[in-house]
């Protein structure tokens, strides 16, 4: 990609707004995964410490962007590539000239927001009632959705599901029918632009009307919380795990029959503030009859980096599913691994090699 093609005059602006807006943790996410993935081990500290630098509003003058280049160009020889992280500014960098430039872009541009626009594209963004989810309307029929979390143990068959979990801030994605609806672990602020218009390049359907009911979708979710048992897979995972109706919906779908509704239940149950919520959801889903549900239940668990999960995380440590293993031990290192220490050690002898190689890596102190 080769849109940049002269160095951006505002440089310095574009670096502070980032610090600013909070874009740091997205756009180091596109350089970990097209540079530092190529440096040796020796280099990947004074490449974050360079990152921190560029990113904040301190100086950096040539000397640093030579610095750069010496670090980086020769294990990256070729390749440009360039990112919009939103609110008009975009991330730049690769090989010109044998150097590696890394460049940023875009704030003394006025640039149309995402708010200004009619909303009459082939692809128009909602909101919804949970605060780190946007849905998409995409055009087509209505049809059942299945729902993808980035922490999976197997890869999306879908490539476009994959393209997005490329984005490093997407958490989850739900593709139906007519419609996508992505989580963040991000602000929607800065990165409504660009995703939607990810989403309009890989599900728009030109020349198919969006298909509008007789309902609005305020009027279904108010009725989700009378409906209990009938909410739609496609609705549960938008719930507010902190609205008391939408709880009591989540928790009535944790006894569903369906194994995917009480997947979705517990991711959801278990961003909930109250943590007496976020316990009896895990606590039921581990037990659950299906290993789907009890993988889900505790990854969830894990991402809540709650240490009142340790008898959990310490109980699955004799799992018979090597995931449920090896997520467990990880888990305990996240969250300090020294009262567990014995536990884990353990599993120093684990048939499973992955198994074994987290012990080693947690019980050295490396856990992230």
Do not use: C
């Amino acid at each position: 990609m080769t849109g940049m093609e002269e160095r951006p005059g505002d440089i310095d602006a574009s670096r502070a707004a980032i610090a600013a807006r909070g874009l740091m943790p997205t756009a180091s996410g596109y350089l970990t995964a097209e540079v530092a993935v190529h440096l040796p081990f020796e280099a990947l500290a004074p490449y974050k410490d360079a990152l921190k630098r560029y990113f904040s509003p301190g100086p950096w003058e040539a000397a640093d962007a030579e610095a750069l280049s010496i670090l980086v160009a020769p294990h990256v020889e070729t390749g440009w590539w360039e990112h919009d992280l939103g609110g008009g500014i975009t991330l730049a960098h690769g090989i010109r000239d044998g150097r590696y430039e890394l460049w940023v872009g875009g704030t003394s541009e006025r640039r149309t927001s995402v708010f200004d626009r009619t909303f009459d594209g082939p692809v128009v963004p909602e909101s919804t009632p949970h605060p780190r989810k946007v849905r998409f309307a995409v055009g087509g029929q209505p049809a059942p959705g299945r729902w993808y979390r980035r922490s999976d143990p197997d890869p999306s068959p879908d490539p476009r599901v994959r393209r997005l979990f490329a984005e490093p801030d997407v958490t989850d994605v739900m593709v139906a029918g007519d419609f996508v609806t992505i989580g963040l672990d991000a602000s929607w602020e800065h990165r409504l632009e660009p995703l939607l218009g990810l989403v309009t390049e890989l599900f728009a359907r030109p020349g198919e009307e969006r298909t509008v009911g007789e309902r609005t979708r305020d009027e279904l979710l108010q009725e989700a919380g009378r409906l209990h048992l009938t909410t739609s897979l496609e609705d549960l995972h938008l719930l507010d795990p902190d609205d008391p109706e939408h709880q009591q919906v989540l928790e009535q779908a944790l006894l569903d029959g369906e194994t995917r509704s009480r997947r979705v239940a517990v991711a959801v149950l278990a961003e909930a503030s109250d943590p007496a919520a976020r316990h009896n959801a895990v606590t039921r889903a581990a037990h659950d009859d299906s290993l789907l549900v009890r993988r889900t239940a505790l990854d969830a668990a894990a991402d809540t980096a709650d240490p009142d999960f340790r008898e959990l995380f310490e109980k699955t440590l004799t799992d018979p599913d090597p995931w449920m293993r090896w997520r467990a031990v990880r888990a305990l290192g996240a969250i300090d691994v020294e009262p567990s220490r014995a536990a884990v050690a353990a599993l120093e002898s684990d048939s499973e090699f992955r198994v074994r190689f987290e012990v080693a890596r947690v019980l050295k102190g490396d856990a992230v």
